[in-house]
């Protein structure tokens, strides 16, 4: 039984590839120890780096099917690398799950039938900010942003303005900001910023860029005269330690945060084994990654005791569609081929026992309420949505 995991291992994204190569390596070993899946067939792992560029993707993943036979491929953090590799497996028949890049526009403009997605897409963050704003910030008036200058930026940023002004017409957008992404100096923008004086600011960066444009905008006075909101900055908080303020609200791409749901057994076990193995604690991409083995696993269980035989690719992608999972934060659907996951956001505090800033004061929004139902498009569904 042959997978290959593809993710970022090095460069700026292996901030996500690293804790999800972590999580995969977790629960490979675990299956395997109980004898692989369905007590029959071990994992043979195959770890590969993303940062090779797009190209290079395409022809792994050709590689993968033509020469490695392998049975699955659970991969790509880039939603460049996403859209591109798409089509590629489709044609190819070749089982493919996108457990963590984030591209609203992966089903919105094709469908596939070896495609799956097993996480919600970046609506999450941008819708779940602007209904956290609707719902807990009643007295907010001004919102800026400010966001990485390429498709994941922008593309945040519309959905987000979008949503704020279906759910909050009488809010005001007083500036947007679009920065180079990795750069090294935001004082232009964080000037900008305070000359336009929002009550609140949303913000989709991730990575070096959460960290910079936080330390500067500390500095600079910023976070004095506005409150800051991250779609999914969960990702960066043990990494910044305590150079994170307190008070930051952030989002963490689906519910998950590693304090969150502690009575869940299954979120116990999850977090206890990696921090164990790993002396840190699981992020939001390892949560992605821990979904996507267990949608694939699940799968094989459900054919196999449908046909009563190991089951076949067909068998296991039939089994795929419309099935959910028992996660370690909650259950998780994926009702055709894209998963829904409600929006987990929570503010920032330094508590006993971290040395970096936790999330808490949670607040959870449905899963119904910040992701497009199937076969409608984002924008489209933002319109007409409750």
């Known amino acids: 039984m042959k997978i290959a995991f593809i993710t970022f291992t090095s460069g700026a994204a292996s901030i996500f590839g690293k804790p999800s190569v972590n999580a995969a390596k977790l629960l490979v070993e675990d299956i395997n120890k109980n004898g692989g899946i369905l007590g029959q067939r071990k994992i043979d792992a195959q770890y590969i780096d993303e940062a090779a560029g797009t190209d290079q993707m395409v022809s792994t993943v050709r590689r993968l099917k033509t020469k490695d036979d392998v049975d699955a491929i659970i991969g790509f953090v880039s939603s460049g690398d996403a859209l591109a590799v798409a089509p590629v497996v489709d044609e190819l028949e070749q089982l493919t799950l996108i457990y963590d890049a984030g591209t609203h526009q992966l089903f919105e403009e094709e469908s596939y039938e070896y495609v799956f997605r097993t996480s919600a897409h970046l609506s999450v963050g941008a819708i779940g900010a602007a209904r956290y704003i609707d719902q807990y910030m009643p007295d907010v008036e001004r919102v800026a942003g400010i966001n990485q200058d390429y498709s994941w930026g922008h593309d945040n940023m519309n959905i987000f303005k979008a949503a704020l002004k279906k759910l909050r017409p009488d809010i005001e957008i007083v500036a947007e900001r679009f920065p180079k ?180 004061n949670f607040k959870m929004i449905p899963a119904g309420l910040v992701n497009p139902p199937d076969g409608v498009k984002t924008m489209d569904w933002i319109e007409q949505m409750p």
């Open 181 to 360: 992404l990795l750069a090294k100096d935001h004082t232009t923008h964080i000037s900008k910023l305070k000359d336009a004086e929002p009550d609140v600011i949303f913000s989709s960066f991730w990575g070096g860029d959460t960290v910079t444009f936080t330390k500067q905008a500390q500095s600079q006075g910023l976070l004095d005269q506005t409150q800051m909101i991250f779609g999914g900055a969960e990702h960066e908080l043990q990494d910044m330690g305590k150079d994170m303020p307190e008070d930051i609200i952030t989002g963490a791409r689906g519910p998950h945060a590693f304090n969150y749901a502690s009575a869940n057994p299954v979120q116990r076990k999850f977090v206890d084994a990696y921090h164990n193995e790993y002396d840190s604690y699981p992020i939001y991409p390892s949560y992605h990654m821990w979904q996507a083995i267990k949608f694939y696993v699940g799968a094989v269980e459900k054919a196999y005791n449908i046909t009563g035989s190991y089951p076949t690719q067909d068998q296991i992608v039939a089994a795929l569609e419309g099935s959910s999972i028992q996660g370690p934060t909650g259950s998780v659907a994926m009702p055709n081929h894209q998963a829904k996951e409600p929006a987990l956001f929570g503010r920032t505090t330094h508590k006993d026992g971290y040395d970096f800033a936790v999330m808490e």
